[in-house]
């Protein structure tokens, strides 16, 4: 599990994720990190580099582009091994309308993009 955060100063949720896997599991579980550097500048900022991502696959601004931006810039420097099966988990209704006969982005409709 890989846990992305998009608040910046959300470094207290590792010990709160830690405690909440002891209580279900006995134990904290050593296959996960936060990672607290794609929060860009804040909640509901953005940087041209995030403004292009999210123009460019029509994402949520607020939390998953930033999600997802870490994801793949993370997957480019090496992060992941090759083959690593990542799962992006967003919750919510998007604030952002897909068209209802668009082109899947390639976050959403299940097949890799990169295969395309």
Known sequence: MCIRDRLKGAG???GEVARLQRE???R???NWELNLDYHFGGYARTTPALEEFIGKYRVERIYVAKMLYGILDLAR???FAP???I???IT???STPVDKWAAPTGFDSGE???RR
Do not use: E, I, N
Request: charged share 10%.
């Open 83 to 85: 083959g690593t099966r």
């Open 92 to 94: 919510g209704q998007p």
């Open 112 to 114: 890799p993009r990169w």
């Open 28 to 30: 904290a579980w050593s």
């Open 87 to 89: 799962v992006a988990v």
């Open 77 to 79: 420097h090496g992060a």
């Open 24 to 26: 279900a599991y006995g």
């Open 12 to 14: 207290f949720l590792a």
